[in-house]
């Protein structure tokens, strides 16, 4: 649910052109408006570098569809493709995949049928990967730019660390494994953040927008994104998700080795989102 929102302290020290609905959708600008996630299994399965443009970066998102068709677009599509970035980035990494349907932001009833009916959460087995998956887009991306950049496109932008971390927060794409905080430690160090640390089940970004400020992501007792507070430098409160435990029915987290699925859950989850500039 969201528990706060002040539009005016967003704009002055956040952002002023991209506000909380276009990174959370929906009515997520509006105090009590709601989201839901109901998980409907859970498998392990190996993920690829494609699976990870495609979900955590939405290399989609970058591409008009009414770009003109030529000689160097087509260089493009198929630098775009599967069958290339398997080739040229063949390692494939294990993760558990959560099956869910999702439920936008709403201050009304939710509708009966989901905004999103094939929505797909991963936990690394290994946080290990994540550091793998950075390197790989960033060689894939420079790769990439040139052709871009002559098609008159927005290139991909090339991350650190504390950039993939926060993407990882926004597209949805960070469910973590028991013991929480030794996996949140671990993510922090594979990805050799510099404005990140961690408490038990929480992780604490520094960021910069118009001003410092702080986010704090909470895991909840199942492993997903569950409490989110943007503070400022003061520690004034300017925007907050706050779940409600008790619609969570059942899905658990058992240890860094497997989840287990003993029924069914409605969690809060983030919606993919491409970074911000």
Same mark, same amino acid.
């Given at each position: 649910m969201i528990k706060e929102c002040d539009e005016e302290e967003w704009e002055d020290v956040v952002d002023d052109i991209l506000e909380p609905d276009d990174y959370f959708d929906g009515d997520s600008d509006e105090v009590g408006a709601k989201s839901r996630i109901t998980i409907r299994n859970v498998a392990s399965y190996k993920w690829d570098l494609f699976d990870a443009l495609i979900s955590i970066i939405d290399i989609l998102s970058y591409i008009p569809d009414d770009l003109p068709i030529n000689n160097v677009t087509l260089i493009l599509i198929a630098q775009l493709s599967k069958d290339y970035v398997d080739d040229t980035y063949p390692d494939k990494y294990n993760v558990w995949e959560s099956f869910a349907v999702k439920w936008d932001f709403e201050t009304e009833e939710f509708d009966e049928t989901p905004d999103e009916s094939e929505y797909i959460i991963p936990i690394f087995k290994d946080p290990g990967d994540l550091k793998d998956i950075l390197e790989d887009y960033n060689n894939w991306a420079?790769?990439?730019?040139?052709t871009m950049i002559s098609l008159g496109l927005e290139p991909f932008p090339i991350l650190d660390g504390d950039d993939f971390l926060w993407l990882l927060i926004t597209s949805g794409m960070l469910a973590i494994a028991s013991p929480f905080e030794k996996y949140l430690i671990s993510v922090i160090e594979e990805l050799d953040t510099e404005d990140a640390k961690v408490k %038990?089940?929480?992780?604490?970004? %520094?960021? +910069?927008?118009? %001003?410092?400020?702080?986010?704090?992501?909470?895991? +909840?007792?199942q492993g997903f994104q569950s409490n989110l507070v943007v503070k400022k430098d003061n520690g004034r409160v300017i925007y907050e998700i706050a779940q409600d435990d008790t619609d969570i029915i059942g899905l658990i987290v058992a240890g860094i080795t497997a989840p287990i699925l003993v029924g069914t859950a409605v969690v809060f989850l983030i919606k993919r989102k491409k970074l911000k500039k």
């Open positions: 420079l790769k990439l730019n040139l %038990e089940n929480t992780l604490i970004l %520094e960021r +910069n927008g118009k %001003e410092d400020y702080t986010v704090e992501m909470t895991f +909840n007792d």
